[in-house]
């Protein structure tokens, strides 16, 4: 088959033009693209680090260690249907969790099959040390899996009980990882960091699975699963060999500081991913914290941690710490939006996939349609599904990127809207393809809140993924399956406008205005409904519908916590329908009844709505939830009520005109025992 040469002229022509904006595109990214390091300091000087919080341990009982837990599963799929081995702690773990206490002592290498903690400090010119390291574990491969939770860093809580008038404090360098006997941080492999977190106040993972968390933390505000992070540590934060490997389990925050209010909380998540029937390994979690107390505000800066998170599906990612299935065979798209809590200037970013199947991202400060997508084959049938790239009319991963590129620099002129340019790593070690801390170029960036911003993550597979060994799959051990678990995330470390500390964790969607700026009841609750992730800005009707279904929850809570009074409540008012029944049968009708417990729904709920339950729920830590909720407007609150009103206005003049009616219908008077017709 011949072509014209006037269509071989211009197929070379727009090759040709093509293949220079591909190299004039990339050739500006890495003009603008600053490293992350110049922004703030990059992960590393774990050795020297360590060397500086050396001290000797003071050891006590795990169980003294307040709201504390450790406990055993075989595989991540335990963890959220709530089963598994005790190890220790002083928290009981209410339903539904039902741990095994026996077989606790097999994962505990102590001699009396207790676990333990060591604490310790070491003072600094920089500030003061705080370790602590929890152990000995031990573990056979096969993926073990280990949860530690706390909130009793009682060294830290010591600073912050001392603090006078006008001082502040915070955490200016941090090292978090597994360590051995001697205190050498262990890599991956052996052990895999699920992730390890410090947060701000309550934290814990367990909170949004033990049903009585859930009820305090959707009605009161209270006891909230805080998915957000001061000292975030997951799978991907190891480097590259030849670029220090576990020396980037630390960070020094160089003129920055992590400042925080309310005692600190840890959540570590741990596997051992060596095969299955291993020689046992023994091993401990250590956290040492470099935390600092400022006396000048002006002294350092205040750093601020979000977290963009992709949309979930309910029944499977949740289940799956808020994974995406992506096709494990072929190139795919995964995009969000969303907009920021707070403003100010980024510092710093870490991204974190499952790098077996990453290739690269895209952070930009537009919306999506700046990019080109957000319509037609370029937006998922629903926010949690990723976009197939050749069902979207691309022939790769690296064609869809120049494109989106092509497009962001047609819509504003530059490439000035991009903040970051990810690229994923991976490496063999021991026989096994494994995560590596991927490469990052970003640049400056200041913000408003509201803001809008985009990421846009590659996925499938990479060049480098064929090895003679197995490959690691980052969730569940090595690789099988037509699909994939992955984390499309990013941690946005940046200095704040109004001289704060805030930890802030966003679920995002496709559009921006999906869910609310920060985690938050309305965003859960909404997912239900939805079944994943609302693709779109919550209706009125969406509003109402969160109340009655908060008016449901307020229920049974009632029921739950006084189950005498709700019975009593419930028998006083079946024994009065039953007596009206008697004396005015006309009264109970089926109508009259359904209008009668529409309305009494309908007026409960906005009852609770206004005055018995919290109006703004964020599950974030307290201080940012209530600035939040402070900070957002009214609108969707006062929709809810002016709706719950209107509704239950019309409901009970229905209600009183049906009364009315009825009674004008009454039957006439018997005469004789037989009705007068």
């Not at 064609?399 to 903040?419: F, K, N, P, T």
């Amino acid at each position: 088959m011949h072509m014209h040469p006037y269509c071989s002229m211009m197929l070379a022509a727009h090759l040709t033009t093509f293949a220079a904006l591909t190299a004039a595109t990339e050739m500006l990214i890495a003009e603008r693209g600053t490293a992350a390091s110049e922004l703030l300091r990059e992960r590393g000087g774990a050795g020297k680090l360590l060397k500086e919080a050396a001290c000797d341990l003071t050891w006590r009982d795990f169980d003294s260690l307040y709201d504390s837990i450790a406990f055993f599963d075989q595989v991540a799929a335990d963890y959220f249907s709530a089963t598994g081995t005790r190890l220790g702690g002083s928290h009981s773990m209410s339903f539904p969790y039902h741990m095994r206490r026996s077989g606790g002592s097999r994962h505990v290498a102590s001699a009396d099959g207790r676990l333990s903690v060591g604490e310790c400090t070491a003072s600094t010119p920089h500030g003061t040390w705080h370790t602590q390291r929890i152990g000995p574990l031990r573990s056979f491969g096969g993926y073990d899996w280990f949860n530690i939770y706390h909130r009793d860093f009682a060294t830290v809580k010591q600073v912050m009980s001392s603090l006078s008038a006008g001082q502040r404090v915070g955490v200016t360098a941090h090292v978090t990882g597994p360590v051995d006997e001697r205190g050498k941080l262990l890599p991956l492999p052996p052990i895999h960091i699920h992730h390890n977190v410090i947060a701000v106040g309550s934290g814990g993972v367990h909170a949004g699975v033990e049903v009585a968390m859930v009820f305090e933390c959707l009605l009161r505000g209270e006891s909230c699963l805080d998915a957000s992070g001061m000292v975030c540590h997951l799978g991907d934060y190891q480097c590259l060999s030849d670029g220090g490997g576990t020396d980037c389990f630390a960070r020094e925050y160089g003129e920055h500081i992590k400042l925080f209010t309310e005692p600190l909380a840890l959540t570590a998540m741990l596997n051992d991913v060596r095969p299955a029937g291993s020689p046992p390994l023994v091993w401990y979690y250590q956290a040492a914290l470099r935390v600092t107390i400022v006396n000048d505000p002006s002294a350092l800066l205040p750093l601020s941690a979000q977290i963009f998170a992709g949309p979930f599906e309910v029944s499977v990612q949740f289940q799956n710490f808020g994974t995406i299935d992506v096709p494990a065979g072929v190139d795919s798209l995964v995009y969000y939006s969303g907009r920021i809590a707070f403003g100010g200037t980024i510092m710093g970013i870490d991204w974190h996939s499952h790098q077996l199947k990453f290739q690269s991202a895209l952070v930009v400060a537009s919306p999506p349609d700046a990019m080109g997508l957000g319509a037609g084959k370029l937006r998922p049938r629903r926010p949690w599904l990723p976009i197939i790239t050749t069902e979207a009319g691309f022939g790769s991963n690296t064609a869809l990127r120049e494109y989106l590129l092509h497009q962001l620099a047609l819509s504003s002129g530059s490439l000035d809207a991009l903040v970051c340019d990810v690229h994923g790593r991976t490496e063999v070690a021991n026989g096994t393809r494994v995560d590596r801390l991927p490469s990052k170029r970003c640049q400056a960036w200041t913000f408003s809140a509201e803001d809008v911003f985009t990421v846009a993550g590659f996925c499938g597979p990479i060049t480098q993924e064929r090895t003679d060994g197995p490959v690691f799959a980052g969730m569940s051990g090595t690789s099988s399956g037509s699909t994939f678990s992955q984390h499309v995330q990013a941690i946005i470390y940046y200095v704040a406008a109004d001289a704060a500390s805030h930890y802030t964790i966003k679920v995002c969607s496709q559009d921006a205005d999906a869910t609310d700026r920060a985690l938050s009841r309305r965003d859960v609750l909404r997912a239900v409904f939805h079944g994943g992730t609302a693709d779109a800005p919550p209706t009125p009707l969406e509003h109402a519908a969160v109340a009655f279904l908060v008016f449901y929850l307020y229920c049974a809570d009632a029921a739950v916590r006084r189950p005498l009074a709700f019975l009593a409540l419930v028998a006083g008012l079946i024994y009065g329908l039953h007596r009206l029944k008697r004396k005015k049968p006309h009264l109970c009708s089926c109508r009259m009844v359904s209008l009668a417990v529409t309305a009494t729904v309908y007026v409960g709920t906005l009852v609770v709505s206004t005055f018995l339950v919290q109006d703004l729920v964020f599950l974030v830590n307290r201080v940012d939830a209530e600035l939040l909720a402070s900070m957002e407007a009214e609108y969707a609150t006062a929709t809810t009520r002016a709706i719950l009103v209107a509704v239950g206005v019309v409901l009970v003049a229905s209600v009183t005109a049906s009364c009315v009616m009825a009674a004008a219908a009454t039957p006439p008077a018997k005469a004789g025992g037989s009705v007068l017709l």
